[in-house]
């Protein structure tokens, strides 16, 4: 009975171990968002660009914060779907998938990040996108490019497989897509945030 008892609390402290280590980023955030709360983050201000040179070019996003989150991060914007490419650019940041449209432009735009990493992912953004679950309806997204300020309020949230990702081109609205696998630590599924650019944006 005392060798049953010995065993059983190894066996808990191994299986602890594991878990922690291949979770570790994913607790981390989680205890750090529930007992630290989300900091004020500093964000640039626009540089007051004419707005007639404005219309004539397009933007593209260079840094997305989620301040109810606590997440500043790059976006990388991708030339390329091949997975290969896709990762190394992930662990530059958050990537703007090819043929997404300009921030500017009513269509369609999908960022997508990591939600899990193991400890020696070499990136720094392995779990960027741990806590997207926590975003609910009317949170605000903010999108920056060339000190543009771009605001974004999620409209919804859902869970699909990755067979189901198609986002259709939007005709009347600038849209966009959060997107990260789900659940942690797996590529079974992926969580899809929608978001919709705020109307007071100024081109």
């Known amino acids: 009975m005392k060798e049953i008892i010995i065993f059983l609390i190894f066996f808990l402290i191994i299986f602890s171990a594991s878990i922690f280590i291949f979770n570790g980023r994913f607790i981390y955030a989680q205890i750090k968002y529930s007992f630290l709360g989300a900091p004020l983050i500093a964000t640039p201000n626009s540089n007051g660009l004419d707005s007639t040179k404005q219309q004539k070019e397009n933007f593209y996003p260079d840094k997305l914060i989620i301040s109810s989150l606590n997440i500043e991060v790059p976006v990388v914007i991708t030339e390329s779907n091949n997975e290969v490419y896709l990762q190394k650019a992930l662990e530059k940041g958050v990537i703007y998938l090819p043929g997404s449209s ?30 997207l679950n926590k975003l ?57 945030i929608k978001t919709i650019q705020a109307l007071d944006n100024n081109y």
């Open 136 to 192: 609910n309806i009317n949170d605000e997204i903010t999108i920056f490019s060339k000190n543009k300020k771009f605001t974004y309020y999620v409209t919804d949230k859902q869970i699909k497989a990755p067979k189901d990702l198609v986002f259709e081109t939007q005709k009347d609205a600038v849209v966009l897509y959060l997107v990260s696998c789900w659940p942690i630590n797996t590529a079974w599924k992926r969580i899809v």
């Open 102 to 131: 300009a921030l500017n432009e009513k269509g369609t735009a999908v960022i997508m990040g990591h939600s899990s990493a193991y400890p020696w992912y070499e990136g720094q953004y392995g779990s960027i996108f741990a806590l």
